[in-house]
């Protein structure tokens, strides 16, 4: 089963970051899936004020599973989106507006 976490030390960040072969960033808070006990990825992002900034997204090295990326990124939106942030900067610059993103019609 897809598991899909905040990383709650920044001593197992840094492992899981290794794993993925991306650079550490002491300063994100970063979210991890795993599947039966197997690392797929990783995403770390900050929240500064009025805004986040996702600065990475990746899979363990040797994986390939764009479908894990997708669901690590979806709870890092959620996480954002409920903190209050609605507007999101990705690593490229591109910019995500969250208002409404995760409104459900069946809730009104």
């Not at 899981?16 to 002491?26: M, S």
């Not at 006990?37 to 090295?61: C, E, H, P, T, W």
């Not at 900067?89 to 993103?101: A, F, K, M, S």
């Amino acid at each position: 089963m897809l598991e899909v976490k905040p990383i709650q030390t920044k001593e197992r960040q840094k492992e899981i970051c290794e794993l993925c072969e991306i650079e550490f960033n002491p300063d994100c808070l970063a979210y991890g899936a795993e599947e039966n006990g197997k690392l797929l990825g990783v995403s770390q992002f900050r929240i500064f004020g009025g805004y986040a900034v996702i600065y990475d997204l990746a899979n363990a090295a040797g994986v390939d599973d764009l479908e894990a990326l997708i669901i690590i990124e979806k709870a890092v939106l959620n996480f954002i989106d409920l903190c209050g942030i609605k507007e999101v900067v990705l690593n490229n610059g591109n910019r995500i507006n969250l208002e409404g993103y995760f409104d459900s019609p069946c809730q009104k």
